[in-house]
């Protein structure tokens, strides 16, 4: 069944408090699957994601949704900021816990130390440039939602891409990866 995400965010505009509640239905496993791999934690992503939906709930509800962009590109941008804010607050406070990323029981022992690698490359990444490369590489985004949902130009995605693209290549090169240490 295909919801018109558009009209389902007027109703929220006009008061309809209930109307959220498909958008978060529709929306609520890949914005899930975005915050976990910008994050590296399914506990932050949860929070993270928490954040975004309570602030696009209250810019539904103010309405601050232009309705230029897609609503799951919009809700991409939120969530953007969310883990953004959250890595930065990461990096401001000293590393508590260094235990593995727990993604899921499910997941094998090798695809568990290759998600553990590729989390502790994705670490060492500037949490936009972290985003951009997610968007694109791993979300499938087009460089124009995804610089869209960064808030910012197509040509500063490229930028941030090419920058954390080339990090990659150095720490990978430099062997600095295969222990899961940064």
């Known amino acids: ?10 109703r929220v505009a006009g008061g309809d408090v209930a ?10 496993v890949p914005l899930y699957r975005l915050a976990a791999r910008l994050v590296g934690n399914l ?3 949860e929070d993270a994601l928490q954040d975004a939906y309570s602030s696009a709930f209250r810019a539904l509800s103010e309405g601050r949704y232009d309705g230029r962009a897609k609503i799951e590109t919009w809700l991409y941008r939120i969530v953007t900021n969310a883990c953004v804010d959250l890595l930065r607050k990461r990096r401001e406070r000293p590393a508590e816990d260094t235990r593995e990323p727990r993604f899921d029981g499910l997941v094998r022992a090798e695809a568990r130390v290759a998600l553990t690698e590729l989390d502790v490359m994705l670490k060492a990444l500037q949490p936009q440039d972290r985003a951009a490369l997610v968007l694109v590489t791993v979300e499938g985004l087009s460089a124009k939602e995804a610089a869209e949902a960064l808030g ?3 040509g500063a995605l490229e930028q ?11 720490k990978t090169e430099a062997g600095e990866v295969s222990d899961g240490r940064a």
């Open 1 to 10: 069944m295909s919801v018109d995400l558009r009209l389902v965010a007027a």
């Open 19 to 28: 109307a959220f509640r498909p958008i978060v239905d529709h929306t609520r």
């Open 43 to 45: 506990a932050d992503a």
């Open 152 to 154: 910012c130009s197509e």
């Open 160 to 170: 941030r891409l090419v920058r954390a693209r080339a990090a990659l290549r150095t």
